[in-house]
């Protein structure tokens, strides 16, 4: 009787610690990220769960886990580096950890040149001379300073208000047309992983992998919600996430009311 007892204790232990396993394994995926060069290791690879809206980064051994399921698909963004998309598949699944290789690239960066103001002395010519912006400001969930937020034209409420009843324009083929990829926003909000990957960018991949449209598309938006050139060219980001996310929020109320 107590040899029964003490087989049949094992075999629950032992079950429930497969049971773990089986479940870990179920939900999360495992890899390493490579140089396709020289098969060295890549820290710090920002890694985006685009089904799950997660993220997570790679550690000094280019290795990564992160929730996934059969079908999701990964986006992989390194700076230097071509980044690329992986679907996730039962062979993934089956055979655990798997290698992937990111090719590196090269960065031209544009000429910029910058025109000092000059002054003459004389108040009249100067007063002139010096340029005048007309953005207002505006602040940004998590950060703790303002931002220029568009000239003094229609702000994003009219801009929203005019897509509702406008069935061809623009908001409203992006709001309208992609509730799915808009309510994302939401959940990569939420996720402190992709803020504090969307703070350090500038390129808008990451956010258009996400959204499933172009960078064009993501300045056309920005556009449309009153945002200024400045804006769209200087802002990171996380910073672009929350002015996508606001209009976006905004068009939700008005069509709801209307």
Known sequence: MMQKIFFYTLFLCFGFATFGQETDSTLYVKGRVLNAADDLPLEDVNIVNLNEVIGTV???KG????K????????FSYLGYKSIEVRVTNDWKKFGEVKIKMTEIGIA??????????????????????????NNRYSISGLNYGYEAGDSQPGAFTRAMESIFNPVDFLYNVFGKKP?????????KEDDEIRNLLAKK?????????????????????????????????????????????????????????
């Not at 769209?232 to 910073?239: F, H, M, T």
């Open 58 to 60: 790679t550690n000094d």
């Open 180 to 188: 799915k990829q808009m309510r994302k926003l939401r959940k990569m």
């Open 109 to 134: 960066l544009e000429e910029v040149t910058v025109k000092p103001l000059k002054l003459t002395g004389y108040l009249e010519i100067d007063a002139k001379n010096i340029p005048i912006y007309e």
């Open 68 to 75: 996934a399921a059969i079908n999701d698909t990964l986006f």
């Open 63 to 66: 290795e990564f886990k992160i």
């Open 202 to 258: 500038f390129n808008r991949e990451t956010l258009a992998a996400l959204l499933q449209v172009t960078r064009v598309d993501i300045d056309e938006i920005l556009r449309n919600c009153n945002y200024s050139e400045s804006f769209i060219k200087s802002a990171n980001d996380l910073q672009i996430l929350d002015a996508i996310s606001g209009c976006y929020e905004e068009y939700r109320v008005l069509k709801k009311k209307n």
